[in-house]
């Protein structure tokens, strides 16, 4: 059993992205989990804990003001995406520009069609650099 929390943690840990903050808005809805700064580029990233995949559709749990807001900052030039942890051997990333078809509950086929990064099994430190390297890109 996981959760988002125990996500962000491993993220902190694990993830070689100069800064990351956590950020709790109770004022913006949709506003993404984390800001990360890395070398001058920044941007945000929703996270989503599944405790297991799911049989036939993707359904992850993201908002529909989350969505907008990921839309919308993507709309405008912004860096944005959707990380998704699925129990404990699975990591998906998902660009912003896809969060509508994330919202309306993909097949696994199509979810893994528009991932950007996912891997199945236990993260290796190189998998952790590529997957910041995309993040940051």
């Given at each position: ?38 070398n001058g580029r ?46 404990r051997d699975f ?47």
């Amino acid at each position: 059993m996981g959760s988002e929390k125990q996500f962000w943690n491993l993220l902190r840990d694990k993830l070689p992205i100069n800064k990351m903050y956590r950020v709790e808005n109770k004022v913006t809805k949709g506003m993404p989990d984390v800001h990360y700064i890395h070398n001058g580029r920044s941007g945000w990233i929703e996270l989503k804990y599944l405790d297991k995949f799911p049989k036939n559709r993707i359904s992850s749990g993201l908002k529909l003001n989350q969505m907008y807001w990921a839309a919308d900052h993507f709309k405008n030039g912004g860096a944005s995406w959707v990380l998704i942890r699925i129990g404990r051997d699975f990591i998906a990333l998902v660009n912003a520009g896809y969060v509508d078809l994330l919202y309306n509950r993909p097949s696994r086929p199509d979810f893994l069609k528009f991932c950007t990064f996912y891997k199945k099994g236990n993260m290796t430190n190189e998998d952790w650099s590529e997957l910041a390297t995309t993040i940051v890109g």
